[in-house]
């Protein structure tokens, strides 16, 4: 029990920071917050996701251009181009690791408007740090694990991160239905949604990249999108756009 509880608490908590901070803020700015509330969940999402941290300048550009290219060669993350999800993880990783360390110089259009922590950056993304918070994760399963079988779910908590990218991006353009005939091969992939959060209405979010509520139907429900509202009533974030109800 407390393996299941550990490994669904881990998803949550990182996927919430991909999908609250490093998409939804730091990519589209949906919404704004002072920099008390920027920085702390600047470090909210990189103690969520651990080992598989993502920088938040790198991840906004990469997903900047995902939305300007969608679905074409230059697409940093569309599942068009792979046989499978991994050759098109490792495609995405040299992108992202590119921009990270300015090998990859980006189009002007896809910089600032973004949070950046420099002095964070130097701590999360420490190798001796991610792999501590490896560490941490084996120890916990050393301790609680049950069964020998538990200990194959290390490799998702030590790729977090990626890992939700990656079912997002294969999954959101290869299955499902669409709302709106965009030009890219978006879809929005119901019931699997409510596991990622919001994430997997790719057909919604593509045809209003600025709108805060990913489900667009009556339907259809973002679980991110009450918190976010939540959040905007205590002034902790600022919506850009006023609140639009589901059809």
């Not at 949550?12 to 002072?34: I, P, V, W």
């Not at 921009?99 to 001796?128: H, R, S």
């Not at 009533?233 to 109800?245: D, E, G, N, R, W």
């Amino acid at each position: 029990m407390a393996i299941l509880i550990f490994f669904i608490l881990h998803w949550y908590l990182s996927l919430f920071g991909q999908t609250f901070y490093l998409h939804r803020y730091a990519a589209h700015k949906m919404f704004t917050m002072n920099k008390f509330w920027e920085k702390f969940f600047y470090i909210f999402a990189w103690v969520a996701q651990g080992s598989s941290y993502l920088n938040a300048r790198a991840y906004a550009i990469l997903h900047r251009m995902h939305h300007a290219y969608s679905d074409t060669e230059k697409d940093p993350h569309t599942p068009h181009f792979f046989k499978e999800v991994f050759s098109m993880m490792v495609h995405t990783g040299r992108i992202y690791n590119g921009l990270l360390k300015g090998t990859i110089k980006p189009d002007e259009q896809f910089e600032n408007n973004y949070p950046v922590y420099p002095k964070i950056d130097k701590i999360a993304d420490n190798w001796m740090v991610r792999i501590g918070f490896g560490l941490a994760y084996t120890a916990f399963y050393v301790v609680f694990a049950t069964h020998w079988w538990m200990f194959l779910l290390l490799p998702v908590h030590y790729l977090m991160g990626p890992v939700h990218g990656a079912i997002v991006n294969w999954a959101g353009h290869k299955y499902g239905y669409r709302n709106f005939n965009e030009p890219d091969k978006s879809r929005n992939t119901l019931f699997w949604d409510i596991i990622l959060l919001g994430e997997l209405f790719q057909n919604n979010h593509h045809h209003d990249g600025m709108r805060p509520n990913f489900a667009a139907k009556w339907y259809e429900l973002d679980p991110v999108y009450p918190i976010i509202l939540v959040l905007d009533k205590l002034h902790i974030v600022k919506l850009v756009k006023p609140p639009i109800p589901s059809a």
